[in-house]
């Protein structure tokens, strides 16, 4: 009996553990909680501070919670944001409202009975503390006087620009800050056009959320833009006026609608400007005294470190060292440091790059540099301190500092020559184990040619390469012929005909005697008979004197040519049938006949 | 006879001069081993030793844009030495500049591995013989009447080879010769966009670095390195290839 409720306890704990759901539903009253926060525990009379109540529960609608009357502050709501999260099928959200609080009085206010009613259960926020102190009653006699018109009235809206500084250092950051003061209601954004800033590297701090500030007893919204100003030159440079235009709702009195339903939920605009008056600025030179010979021209307040990627290292293997310069002032000013010469290493730059940072309203940040130190010599070696000045004008003064010297063993590497003939490294190097130096000179000069003298180029190129195609087309046209005079036999006669002709020449020549006269006639008979037949691809046979004078007359040729060779054939017959009259002379002059007559036929277009 | 003659005395002059030039480099004299190995250039003869000795001297002077300038025309008369190979990629490790990005397009790149180790006298003989080898087989052919598939074959399978071997011999002159490359030499080799000291600087060139010549206007010509990246450099700081 008495295990029982040891049991039941334990059974109950299983059962929680197992079933989160459950247990938050039997939990009840602990699923809504309420945090409420404060941006800061004290404030002056002219400042104001954020209240933060943040409603948290498993719940999905979560209730808003209930304000208590806050008699010593003027309470402006900025509205809620809401997170709703599911895990493992578990709703959570949270609901964040804020608060801004003005105080109207100085002393310790508690504030508490934050709370809400959910399910018939009250919930109540934790109680904060906020002190009012009587300090900063005044807004700023310069607000002050601006927030007045020249009657002593409070202006609805007016605008106002100061610097932190009227006599910066050149290269000096000057902090710019407008503000624009609002005391009516606005619609829409405002359009804020930038001061000029000639003689001046600009860059813009940013925006300040929209606050409340009590000017004159009134409260105004006000809101805020930053600049950093760097001014480039010496002497007096003017920041321009910037001017602000918006919407305000129109002042009272006038017509009224008398069927404005919305009373004055689309009140009628006003467009007004605002502007600024300009500022003078005397910038400084940096001062003589005390100016570093190698001056490097960075302003700000800086601190270096340097480092190396490495500590033990080859001969001629790169160490990269990395040099971080941070602080506030001009990043993009600053100047790299540089190295002396250093007998035991090569330097290269390798790179550098910069990221500038807005913190505090002060411009800054880093600039690294990267430099590749090569040791030519093994042993223990040393990159000396590097040294880096600057002009601080907050303190009005030079600053010189230095960084660590860096030791490095550098050590020999395999087939290490004392004295490398290497003239130069690089951070990219990766020469192989067996490769350490370039491969000695050839001894012979080898085949030479004229300085850019292409093969491609030479006649004997360009002959040999045509050789082929003339070839190609001689072989073709000779086949081609070939085939022409197998295949037409008159063509073939046509063009065997005067080499036929020459050499039964040849052969009437052997027989020009007066034994074998017959014989030379026959021959000459036949040449030039022959000749014609072959010519116009007809038969010798039956060709007579007429029928040959009639042929050669078709065919346009010369009337002595006709009758030279009518004359030719008839001293032939005439020989045939008389032979007793042929006598040598009578030979030699046929033959010599016959010669021309076939030189002369030659001429003529069968 | 005559002609030959002084052929022979000139051959035999470049060749003194030559074992001259070899001494003073072995006596680490680099200045006078480079100024003598130009004198032989400057007389209109060259040859892939010469290039390549030359490159080396400029090395040794810790010259490296003429290093790697010489040992790339060494490369270009005599690609399948393996001397000149070692030396010009060793000098290029020592480039003070990485190109970044550097993309090839794959065709380039494919034919560019195929045409690398052969000259471009050898690729032109070959182109020529083959196209000797195409029109033998044409006259067999059409001149001699032979028409076996065997003559035809040949015909076929010789034009195949002349179209493939032509082509990369074609290739091959076009980047090698047809478009003018150059070497930047200079130590300070800035780079503008524009053929201008006046106009901004794109980047800045290191000694050894290749560069393609797109155009040119007055001093500067307007280069195109090896990622891509173009400029106008002046024309003293870059010699041509």
Known sequence: MKRLPLISILLLAVCFACFPKFAHAQAGGNDISISVTLDRDSIGLNEQATLQVVVSGTVQNLPEPQMPTLPMFEVYSQGRS???????????????????????????YPIDQIALVYRNHRYKGNEVELTVLNKGNSAGQNLEKQAQDSNGKGKDYFMEAVVNTKTPYVNQQVTLTLKFCIAVQYYG?????????????????????????????????????KYALFPTQTGELTIGRAAITATVAARGGGYKDPFNVFGNFFGRGQDITVRTSPINIRVRPLPEKGKPDNFSGTIGNFAITASADKHTVEVNQPVTVSIKIYGTGNVKSVAEPVFPDLDDFRIYKASSNENVSKNND?????????????????????????????????RSKYVTLSTQPIGLQVTKPEGYASTSDVPFSGPDQTIGSEAKDIRFIKESMGSTSNVGGLIIFSPIYIILNGLPVALLAATVLVRKRKEKMSSNIGYARSRSAARAARKRLVKAKSLATIEKGGAFYAEIYQTVTSFIADKLNISPHGLTTDRIKQLLKERSADEGLIEQTARLLGQCDFARFAPSSITQESINQSLKSAEDVMVAMGGIRF | MMI?????????????????????????????????????????????????????????????????????????????????????????????????????????????????????????????????????????????????????????????????????TTFKYRTEYLTERAVIVADDSPVYTGPSDQSDKELEGAPGLVVKIIDQSGDYYNVLFENMRRGWIKKDLVAII
């Open chain 1, 189 to 225: 954004s405002p359009e804020l056009q930038e001061p000029a800033t000639t003689g001046f590297w600009s860059e813009v701090l940013g925006n300040k959320a929209p606050y409340y500030q009590k000017i004159n007893g009134r409260t105004y919204r006000v809101i805020e833009r």
């Open chain 2, 4 to 168: 030959l003659l002084a052929t022979a005395l000139i051959a035999h002059a470049q060749e003194d001069d030559f074992d001259k030039a070899n001494k003073y480099y072995e006596d680490k004299d680099y200045d006078s081993a480079v100024r003598m190995y130009e004198s032989i250039l400057d007389k209109n003869v060259e040859s892939a030793a010469l290039y390549y000795n030359l490159g080396n001297a400029y090395f040794k002077k810790g010259d490296l844009g003429h290093a790697i300038l010489n040992y790339m025309k060494a490369k270009r008369l005599d690609p399948s030495d393996e001397a000149i190979r070692h030396n010009l990629d060793f000098a290029r490790q020592f480039s003070r500049v990485r190109m970044e990005g550097v993309t090839l397009n794959p065709i380039d790149s494919f034919l560019g591995s195929v045409v690398d180790p052969y000259r471009l006298n050898t690729l032109a003989w070959i182109s020529s013989i083959l196209f000797i080898l195409f029109f033998v087989f044409l006259i067999l052919r059409y001149g001699l009447g032979m028409w076996s598939t065997a003559t035809k074959a040949g015909a076929i399978v010789s034009l195949v080879l002349l179209l493939t071997v032509a082509g990369l």
């Open chain 1, 362 to 394: 002060l411009i800054g940040g880093t600039k690294d540099f990267e430099e590749v130190f090569i040791p030519k010599r093994p042993g223990r070696l040393e990159i000396p301190a590097l040294s880096f000045n600057y002009f601080d004008p907050m």
């Open chain 1, 82 to 108: 809401s997170n709703i999260s599911i895990t493992n099928g578990q709703i959570s959200s949270a609901v964040t409202y804020r608060y801004i609080l003005l105080p109207k009085k100085p002393g310790t």
